[in-house]
């Protein structure tokens, strides 16, 4: 079971830190990626990080803005989100997957989804 947290409501420009804690598996095993969803629009990749955590990718509307993380020890992923901006806006989704990848239908378990709202 995955469980996303880390989201709430926050100013433009500011930052937040989106976690996924994993029990009953194990993170190391897998692939980890970030998604979001923002209303109408259909899920989308964020970031995508390697079962060690040494290769990462980005979509381009986050790179230099966000960050993700793992700490294996800890059975979690993170999402470093700095100078949000309001079209961050949306539900974010942590999932595991067996190859590192941007598409979603590699990706085999989610979370429930955390919302992140960046005001103006």
């Known amino acids: 079971q995955l469980q996303a947290f880390g989201g709430g409501l926050v100013q433009a420009g500011g930052s937040l830190r989106l976690s996924c804690a994993a029990s009953?598996?194990?993170?190391?095993?897998?692939?980890m990626g970030w998604f979001r969803q923002a209303p109408g629009e259909e899920r989308k990749i964020v970031s995508a990080i390697t079962r060690s955590g040494g290769s990462t990718r980005y979509a381009d509307s986050v790179k230099g803005r966000f960050t993700i993380s793992r700490d294996n020890a800890k059975n979690t992923v993170y999402l470093q989100m700095n100078s949000l901006k309001p079209e961050d806006t949306a539900v974010y989704y942590c999932a595991v997957s067996l190859v590192w990848s941007s598409r979603e239908d590699d990706y085999l378990y989610w979370g429930q989804g955390t919302q992140v709202t960046v005001s103006s």
């Open positions: 009953g598996r194990t993170v190391s095993s897998y692939a």
